[in-house]
T-cell receptor, first 112, second 115 residues
């Protein structure tokens, strides 16, 4: 089982719609969670950290479900500029790499 | 610009040649990371430094790869005797915290093509 799994997509979504992705992780000792956004041929950029209580930043909401070992990202009122690959990142202390493991990413395409 | 910078942005080399990449982290960040990313994959960890100490190396990092951070500021990644399979984007990231799992900030990457 891969450490961090995401549906690669692509998700084709009309502008203005709401879209959600999930990401599952295999190590129950994982402690920190992040969503990064990566545009084509660009570097990943931190979108948001994911806290146990969930957190919201504008149109973006992240949730953590420790019991089921998944995190989610919800995008409301999607914009054309939201088209990108969204990387799920998990930190597991003692896991090497300072504990950060990246998923392969979910490709989102917002259509006009 | 006070972000992470990398040089060069693109490198084309012939198989068997050596290449060296440079990363300048955000100045107050004491942790520096190297990743490799190929098409359709997420970044894969190679190695990281806390200040000048190299604390972890991935199994992906063969003995042809070496990284240094001599003064705890910029870092270099050298690949000796390059192979076509080394073609990838090499990303550098830095982090402000001594604790694990904190947010990392990426540079624009060096895209390596081995012909």
């Amino acid at each position: 089982r891969k450490e961090v799994e995401q549906d690669p997509g692509p998700f084709n979504v009309p502008e203005g719609a709401t879209v959600a992705f999930n990401c599952t992780y295999s190590n129950s000792a994982s402690q920190s969670f992040f969503w990064y956004r990566q545009d084509c041929r660009k570097e990943p950029k931190l979108l948001m950290s994911v806290y146990s209580s969930g957190n919201e930043d504008g149109r973006f909401t992240a949730q953590l479900n420790r019991a089921s070992q998944y995190i989610s990202l919800l995008i409301r009122d999607s914009k054309l500029s939201d088209s990108a690959t969204y990387l799920c990142v998990v930190n597991t202390p003692g896991g090497g790499a300072d504990g950060l493991t990246f998923g392969k990413g979910t490709h989102l395409i917002i259509q006009p | 610009d006070t972000g992470v910078s990398q040089d060069p942005r693109h490198k084309i080399t012939k198989r068997g040649q050596n290449v060296t990449f440079r990363c300048d982290p955000i100045s107050e960040h004491n942790r520096l990371y190297w990743y490799r990313q190929t098409l359709g994959q997420g970044p894969e960890f190679l190695t990281y430094f806390q200040n000048e100490a190299q604390l972890e190396k991935s199994r992906l990092l063969s003995d042809r790869f070496s990284a240094e951070r001599p003064k705890g500021s910029f870092s270099t990644l050298e690949i000796q005797r390059t192979e076509q399979g080394d073609s990838a984007m090499y990303l550098c990231a830095s982090s402000p915290s001594v604790a694990g799992g904190n947010e990392q900030y990426f540079g624009p990457g060096t895209r390596l093509t081995v012909t």
